[in-house]
Structure formats: structure tokens, C-alpha cells
Nanobody, 121 residues
Framework: QVHLEESGGGLVPPGGSLRLSCVCSGGTCDNKAMAWFRQAPRKDREFVSAVTWTGRSKYYSDSVRGRFIISKDNDKNTLYLQMNDMDSEDTAVYYC??????????????WGQGTQVTVSS
């Protein structure tokens, strides 16, 4: 059974940067598409970014494109999200997800517990 654990959340000032990590254990994620989602207070969970199993093809929501970078290190079984030029709209709990497929289809079968990110001065 695949287990995902996020880390790297915290408090960051507007305009700042933060890098999230998601370690995959209990199984391998090197053959799985993975993604980041987030959920702000009183809002639905929303898609942030996704990557195919090799890490070569990447997808972003319009709200983060050009500011966030997703990457996947299969040797370390770890997914990353580099977040730059952050603003208050990025405040949310960020979740890591893994699919059972190599390609990004929008369906994810494994989820982490989430890590809180707060953008505030």
C-alpha cells in the first residue's frame, strides 16, 4: 500500500518562496503520475499541478503557472513543488496525490495527509 507524506509547509511572507516535498513509501511511485492539490478555508479542493511518471510532462493550473514548479525524483521516490512569488491566495493545505497510472488522467488513488502553507506578513 502506497503511503504519501508531505513536508515543507509553513509561514512565508508575500513574495516569498517555499518548497514542498512528498515522500512515497510502502510501494514505489516511480511508475505513477503524481500531483499536488490544495484546499483553502471554506473552499473546495483544487488542482495545482501534475506530472507524468517520468517527470517529463508537467501540468499547471492557471493560478500557479509561471510561479510554481513541479518535479519528480524517482531515485528518491519524492515529489516536489517549488512555490515562488507567493501571495495570500496561495494559503491552503497542500496535498500530494499519486495515480495508479503512468499518465495524468485526473484520477488519483493515493493521498497524503496534507501540509499547511500560510502566506502572510
Amino acid at each position: 500500500q502506497v503511503h504519501l507524506e508531505e513536508s515543507g509547509g509553513g509561514l512565508v511572507p508575500p513574495g516569498g518562496s517555499l518548497r514542498l516535498s512528498c515522500v512515497c513509501s510502502g510501494g514505489t511511485c516511480d511508475n505513477k503520475a503524481m500531483a499536488w492539490f490544495r484546499q483553502a478555508p471554506r473552499k473546495d479542493r483544487e488542482f495545482v499541478s501534475a506530472v507524468t511518471w517520468t517527470g517529463r510532462s508537467k501540468y499547471y493550473s492557471d493560478s500557479v503557472r509561471g510561479r510554481f514548479i513541479i518535479s519528480k525524483d524517482n531515485d528518491k521516490n519524492t515529489l516536489y513543488l517549488q512555490m515562488n512569488d507567493m501571495d495570500s491566495e496561495d494559503t491552503a493545505v497542500y496535498y500530494c496525490a499519486a495515480a495508479s497510472t503512468q499518465w495524468v488522467t485526473g484520477k488519483y488513488d493515493y493521498w497524503g495527509q496534507g501540509t499547511q502553507v500560510t502566506v502572510s506578513s
